[in-house]
Structure formats: C-alpha cells, structure tokens
C-alpha cells in the first residue's frame, strides 16, 4: 500500500482549472490556439473546499501548493475564503505556496493575499516587451502592480522566469527589478518550453520560438494526434528508466483537481478520464494507460480513504518491464532512474 490518508503531509491542490492565460506551451491549448481536448473547467468553491478538507485533515499537514495543470488561482472567485479557511485550521499557512501568473484580481486581493502570510509565485517571464510572447493575455505592468500590493502587505513573494531566447538579454535587470522591489527569490527555470509557434485564436502566427521543424497548425497537429506514439512533450521518445522512486511517496502527497478529483501526483492528473484524445502524443498515451486503474477518487463523492485506495494500483506497475505491459509512462518519466 503505497499510504494511508493519516501518512499524508502534502496536498498540490489545483484550485481552478480557468486562466485569464493563454500559454502556448500549456495542455488547455494548442500552441496558443484555444484547443479545449476534454478538461473541465471549474473553480473549486468554499463549500467544496470544506467538504474535501476537514479541520483534522488540515491539520495534519505541512504543505500546501496551488499550481494547477490547467488553470490558475485569480480565476477562482473563491480563492480568499478558501485560503481564510485553511489559516483557520492549520498553523503552517507560511508553507501554502501559490504559482500564479498574476495578471488578475484587484490591488485588495493581492493585499488580503499578503496578509494572510502565503508565499507566492509571480510566473514573470520578461520585461514589458517580452513578458507577454509567451504569457499570454497577461499584462507585464498588471503583474507587477498586484506584487507591489502583495509585497507591501507583508506576503513572501518570489519572482519566477522562464528562460527562453527572448528574454534571455534580461534576466539581469529582471533580477534587479526583483531585489529593488522586495521580491525574495529570483528564480530562472528552464522548462523546455523555448521551441514552437505561438497562434492566436485564428491560427494566425504572431511568435516563433526557437528554430521548430515546421510551423504549420495542421502539420503540427497530425503529429501530436499519433496515438501510438510514446513520446515526451518535444516528441522524443521516453527509454525506461529503472528503478522508479516514486516522489509522492517520499513526501506523503496527493494532487487534488478542482473538481475534487484525487491522484498521487500532478503528472498523474491531466483529467485523465476525459483529456487526451488527439493533440499531445504524450497525454494521450498516459491518459489511456491510466483510465482503467481509475476508481472512486472524487472526494466530493468518496472519502479520502477511498479516493487514494486505486494509488495501490500505480504502485504494481513499477517493476513492469515495458510500456505496452503496463509501466506507466508518467512514473517512468518523472521518477524512474532516481536514486533512492
């Protein structure tokens, strides 16, 4: 049994599957383009909140992130309740870690936010001119406004930038802005994310980054629609790695969507019931491997105990020698070849 609800000490809650964002890296779209291939979109509310987080669940744990695999916190009109809610039951509201491309809510959101003592990630990828090729429909001068709010109001903030080609010539005034502005961190990441067309809602390109094979929509799309194809998000086929040491075991943890949905990790949870049924190789073949392991893991409608009883079902396919036996692409992917 990989744990019992009582072992568990983290929760990745994705708190909204809506964004004001249009990422053209991101699986709520293709390439930018508005591509909806089977998520639900929903704001978790209060009620749902309470239902799924009991007083002595809270209270057990010592972590909480937000970071959702579709959308984002500033969509949720919730947000702050559920949050005030947490900080009711639990005494580690200074380990709640929020990722947010920032580029909603008003100044009194990012205020309450701040007071609350969360600590948050500002996705800030570039300066005015740049911020906004890949972090789409958001606004470099909004984003910077709602983290002056937060931070003068007392909250943790930690500047986070995606590397990417063009914004490369910035990330030193980018961290320089950061420290002059009371930012805590400065983090630059590389995501893999620096190659592809950037469409907008008429399939027309507006960006190109890095040097693609092709930019055609259709080109583009036939390949992500492959369904025999196991391969990661730049197309790259997937070798198995050995042994997989699984991390949401390491740190007791579980990934809750909004919908109240609960598995042992982000990567296991792009809606796997409905996503992924032609344009990424790569949802497409976890997706399809993990559905019939799937069983009673809405927590709107099971008991936590239940809704983690199927991870014993991940668990066994480990040691499978192969993909088409068995092992699950996203363990092999994300935790095979670790070191214990």
């Known amino acids: 049994m990989m744990y019992a609800v009582g072992d568990i000490r983290q929760v ?14 991101c699986p709520r779209n293709l390439c930018g383009y508005p591509h909806n291939d089977g998520y639900e979109e929903h704001s978790m509310t209060l009620a749902e909140a309470k239902r799924i987080f009991s007083p002595a669940f809270l209270q057990q744990l010592n972590q909480i992130t937000i970071n959702g695999n579709f959308g984002d916190i500033v969509m949720n009109p919730d947000a702050l309740k559920i949050i005030e809610y947490f900080k009711q039951h639990t005494t580690i509201l200074s380990n709640l870690s929020i ?4 580029g909603a809510k008003d100044r009194a959101f990012w205020q309450r936010l701040g007071e609350l003592g969360a600590q948050v990630h500002f996705c800030i990828d570039g300066l005015g001119d740049t911020h906004s090729i890949y972090r789409r429909n958001t606004v470099y001068s909004t984003v910077i406004r709602n983290a002056q709010a ?3 109001a007392g909250g ?3 500047w986070k930038m995606i590397d990417f080609e063009h914004n490369r010539h910035q990330h030193d005034q980018a961290r320089t802005i950061a420290v002059n502005m009371g930012f805590k961190q400065f983090e630059l990441i590389d995501h893999g994310r620096n190659q592809g067309p950037i469409y907008d809602k008429d399939k027309n390109i507006v960006f190109v980054m890095g ?3 092709t930019t055609d929509f259709d080109v583009i799309f036939s390949q992500l629609a492959d369904p025999n194809a196991v391969t990661d998000i730049d197309n790259h086929p997937i070798e198995i790695k050995d042994p997989i040491i699984c991390e949401a075991v390491r740190l007791k943890s579980v ?4 919908v109240g949905e609960v598995y042992p990790c982000c990567y296991l949870g792009f809606a796997p019931k409905t996503f992924g049924h032609g344009t990424h190789n790569y949802t497409n073949a976890v997706n399809t491997q993990l559905r019939p392991l ?3 893991n809405n927590a709107l409608e099971h008991s936590l105990e239940e809704c983690i009883a199927w991870f014993n079902n991940v668990e066994k396919t480990w040691d499978i020698a192969t993909y088409g036996e068995g092992r699950l692409i996203a363990c092999n992917n994300m935790c095979g070849g670790c070191k214990s």
């Open 12 to 25: 990745h809650l994705e708190i909204s599957s809506e964004c004001n964002a249009a990422c053209p890296k």
């Open 99 to 102: 990722s947010t491309n920032g």
């Open 150 to 152: 937060f931070i003068g």
């Open 156 to 158: 943790h903030a930690v």
């Open 211 to 213: 040097k693609p094979n």
């Open 255 to 258: 990934y809750i969507t909004s």
């Open 294 to 296: 799937i069983s009673n």
